[in-house]
Structure formats: C-alpha cells, structure tokens
C-alpha cells in the first residue's frame, strides 16, 4: 500500500479532520475535543519495506517531522491547549532494557524523543505495536511529565480497550476487557 493509498482507505478514520499535515510523512493534527490537539506521529517505515523480502517494522520519527511537530506545537502556545499525540511505536520503554532485547517496538532515539517532546508540552502519547496493555511515564530535567498509554490489539488475549476522561486537565484512563461479541456467527 502507498502512502496515498493509506490516507484514502483511512480518510475517514482521521485523515478528513485534519487539522494540518505533515508533507514529509503520514504524521497529521486533529482536534477530538474543543481544547485537546492530537498529534498522529507517523513512525513507520515503509519506505524501507520497498524491494525487501521481510518487513521493516521498527520505527523512527523523521527529522523533517519532528520540525513539523515542534513549529506546530510552536504555533499552538497561545491557544492554551492540550497536546496529546499518538504513535505505533512505543515512546518510552515499558520495562528495563526493551530497547535493548525488543528495540523494534521502542521508536528510535525514544529517550532523547520523549524529553523533547515533553519539553514541548505533549501530556501524553497513546501506542501500540507490542499489543500489551500498560502505562509508563517519565519526568525530565525541567520537570515536565510524559505518559505512554500503550493498549494492546484486539486480536491479542485478553483483548482489551481503553476508556479515556479528559477533565480539567486531569486524565482518568480505564481498561475494558471485551467478554463476548453480540455477532450472528451464522450458525
């Protein structure tokens, strides 16, 4: 699938609300809720997936994107906004040494990352990719907070999802476990 393709079977799914996009990547801005901007940070690479036989499936964010991210944040100070973002990628380890042992589900530079983008006043970063269900956080030198809220797939056991309450600045997150599919199996 292309980049083009992937924004056209995804249009509805966040592509057609964006605020802005990133022309480097996939990476794009919306506004879920009056106050709160999302960033979808696009840390795949599928560029390198062209012609190889295996897939590439760590991640990176691009420099180009992180400038992108960085002057719209920039743009944003006045707005007095909240500044969320989501990635595939895990922005912070889950546990001691997972860049180490499972790098390829850690962006790369995650620790120089996530102290910029902390810094920057992203609060929290929704992600995926090792389809565990755990939250992390750390706290830079300045002393700015980052939460990595990583929620696992549906197709991994127990398949679960989250429940998330913005409230005066304040984040509640809930996890839901799925018990049963009301689905006509046909049988």
């Given at each position: 699938?292309?980049?083009?393709?992937?924004?056209?079977?995804?249009?509805?799914?966040?592509?057609?609300e964006?605020?802005?996009?990133?022309?480097?990547?996939?990476?794009y801005?919306?506004?879920?809720?009056?106050?709160?901007?999302?960033?979808?940070?696009?840390?795949?690479?599928?560029?390198?997936?062209?012609?190889?036989?295996?897939?590439?499936?760590?991640?990176?964010?691009?420099?180009?994107?992180?400038?992108?991210?960085?002057g719209?944040?920039?743009?944003?100070?006045?707005?007095?906004?909240?500044?969320?973002?989501?990635?595939?990628h895990n922005?912070?380890?889950?546990?001691?040494t997972?860049?180490?042992?499972?790098?390829?589900?850690?962006?790369?530079?995650?620790?120089?990352?996530?102290?910029?983008?902390?810094?920057?006043?992203?609060?929290?970063?929704?992600?995926g990719?090792?389809h565990?269900?755990?939250?992390?956080?750390?706290?830079?030198?300045?002393?700015?907070?980052?939460y990595?809220i990583?929620?696992?797939?549906?197709?991994?056991?127990?398949?679960?999802?989250?429940?998330?309450?913005?409230?005066?600045?304040?984040?509640?997150?809930?996890?839901?476990?799925?018990?049963?599919i009301?689905?006509?199996?046909?049988?």
């Open positions: 699938v292309t980049p083009e393709e992937f924004v056209d079977i995804y249009k509805e799914f966040g592509y057609d964006a605020l802005e996009r990133d022309p480097h990547s996939l990476s801005i919306v506004e879920p809720e009056k106050g709160m901007k999302l960033f979808a940070m696009d840390t795949c690479k599928y560029e390198e997936n062209i012609g190889k036989t295996e897939p590439v499936v760590s991640g990176a964010l691009k420099d180009e994107t992180l400038n992108w991210i960085k719209q944040i920039d743009s944003m100070k006045n707005e007095n906004c909240i500044i969320s973002g989501m990635m595939h922005l912070l380890e889950h546990f001691n997972q860049s180490v042992y499972f790098s390829d589900y850690v962006v790369a530079n995650w620790d120089g990352l996530s102290t910029e983008l902390a810094d920057l006043g992203m609060k929290f970063v929704f992600t990719h090792s565990r269900s755990d939250i992390t956080m750390k706290e830079t030198e300045k002393g700015n907070k980052i990595d990583e929620t696992n797939s549906l197709v991994s056991y127990p398949s679960r999802y989250r429940l998330v309450n913005l409230n005066n600045n304040s984040l509640n997150v809930q996890v839901k476990d799925i018990d049963s009301d689905y006509d199996t046909g049988e």
